[in-house]
């Protein structure tokens, strides 16, 4: 059916810019929960604090991406509604769980897999509901949709930092459940107007058949050189990206002590990350085909001189500059993942290839904060482990500058082959033509004899 652009659409729209901020909001305050993790499950005879703790963060982000494949499949099978309600509940189970840990080692399982995989199976859906209901206005809804990670990473840290000292980490995590229960009720929203994959089948032959393999999961993405260049060169530039999130925190700890609000950070990046994806989404509409892959390559860039800059600032008004920035470019390399998908792949294959691209994302943005804490544990200080977050964006960026072009030579072959294609018609059409000519004139010469 024709999407409504309204209606029942503005309570859906809500119902995800809440998902959006739930989620996110709770990700990117990660460095709030993590100095407070190392205060209450710390010691000073434990070597490796820092990188164990780490991993808890850094877990849980990497394994809302690592499920995006998956969920991306049930959608398609079960629909939105029933997926993103489940995946809420099995949220709200893990962040409730995490609040009756007396080791960091449970957090693994409850924080780090079960809260995350719930946070995951929510998420999605909330996406791939807005196109059942928005097709005109859809850049606008997404735009104000992902607008609500912006507003929640802005006041979640204060409000955390708040509620830690108050009532303690335990019952901050809590209280945080009520976020995942109004999640929980929001899903209920997702009416479908499209029918799932389980609708069309049941209704079919009356009894739920699973599809064939190659529709659940459409590998076919990968054939298209400029994706594999562009889904294999951003994972390269993530191995840092996530490292300032979870560990800028503590390093204003050590820095400066307890003399300066470090949640401000945290402000300055959500805010300048939300006019980010306005500005650069607005001018990626103007920047034709593959070429808005640019934007990406110099949000890469200052991305990464931005955390090398991070351990030269002994100013706290300098590291506020420095995460204004960095907010801004990181707006920009979000906002314009879909467009370039759709121009590198196709309508038809989107979906699946956001859904492998933020798979494949999950294991650098994994594995970069614990080894920024391991370098943390081993030298005394972030300096280092800033360093090394930036060069990893700087790489990854040179990697997609290559893809414009890539993509370019693809299509001058598609035509071409399309040119040859239409040419050997042609010549087929001729030569029968010629071969019912020469056919037809014996015929009509023996009917002018007789």
Not at 4 to 18: C, I, Y
Not at 104 to 112: Q, R
Not at 168 to 181: A, S
Request: overall charge positive; charged content about 15%; some cysteine.
């Amino acid at each position: 059916p024709e999407p409504p652009e309204g209606g029942w659409g503005w309570v859906v729209m809500l119902a995800a810019m809440w998902c959006n901020g739930a989620v996110f909001g709770i990700q990117n305050s990660c460095g709030v929960l993590f100095v407070s993790m190392l205060r209450l499950f710390g010691s000073s005879e434990d070597k490796q604090l820092v990188f164990k703790t780490a991993w808890v963060s850094s877990l849980s982000m990497g394994m809302v991406f690592f499920c995006s494949p998956i969920v991306s499949v049930f959608t398609d099978l079960f629909g939105c509604r029933k997926v993103a309600v489940i995946g809420a509940a099995v949220g709200l189970v893990g962040l409730l769980s995490s609040s009756f840990v007396s080791t960091i080692e449970p957090l693994y399982f409850t924080y780090g897999i079960l809260f995350a995989c719930g946070c995951s199976f929510a998420y999605q859906p909330s996406l791939v509901i807005l196109g059942h209901y928005f097709k005109k206005r859809l850049g606008l809804v997404n735009g104000i949709v992902t607008a609500g990670s912006s507003l929640f990473t802005v006041s979640l840290p204060f409000l955390l930092r708040v509620l830690i000292d108050s009532v303690d980490l335990y019952n901050t995590l809590r209280i945080l459940c009520i976020l995942m229960f109004v999640l929980f009720l929001a899903g209920f929203t997702y009416r479908p107007l499209v029918p799932s994959t389980k609708d069309k089948e049941g209704g079919k032959k009356g009894k739920f058949k699973l599809p064939p393999a190659k529709k659940i999961c459409n590998f076919s993405v990968f054939k298209v050189l400029s994706y594999r260049i562009w889904a294999f060169g951003i994972p390269a530039a993530l191995f840092g990206y996530f490292v300032p999130y979870v560990h800028l925190m503590n390093h204003v700890k050590d820095r400066f002590g307890d003399s300066v609000p470090e949640e401000v950070l945290l402000l300055c990046l959500g805010i300048t990350s939300g006019v980010g994806r306005l500005i650069f989404g607005r001018v990626a509409d103007y920047i034709p085909g593959a070429k808005k892959i640019y934007l990406q390559v110099v949000s890469f860039f200052f991305i990464g001189l931005m955390s090398m800059m991070i351990p030269l600032c002994h100013v706290f008004g300098a590291l506020i500059a420095v995460c204004l920035f960095m907010g801004l470019f990181d707006g920009c390399f979000i906002c314009i993942m879909g467009p370039i998908a759709f121009e590198l792949v196709g309508a038809q294959d989107v979906s699946q290839a956001i859904g492998f691209l933020l798979g494949l994302m999950s294991v650098p943005m994994t594995v970069g904060p614990p080894i920024a804490g391991l370098l943390r544990d081993k030298l005394g200080s972030y300096d280092v482990a800033f360093y090394l977050a930036g060069v990893p964006p700087l790489i990854g960026g040179a990697i997609l500058c290559v893809i414009p072009w890539v993509h370019e030579r693809q299509k001058l072959k598609e035509r071409a082959k399309h040119v040859d294609g239409e040419t050997t018609e042609k010549m087929l059409e001729n030569e029968s033509t010629l071969v019912s000519d020469t056919t037809a004139k014996p015929v009509k010469e023996l009917e002018s004899g007789f």
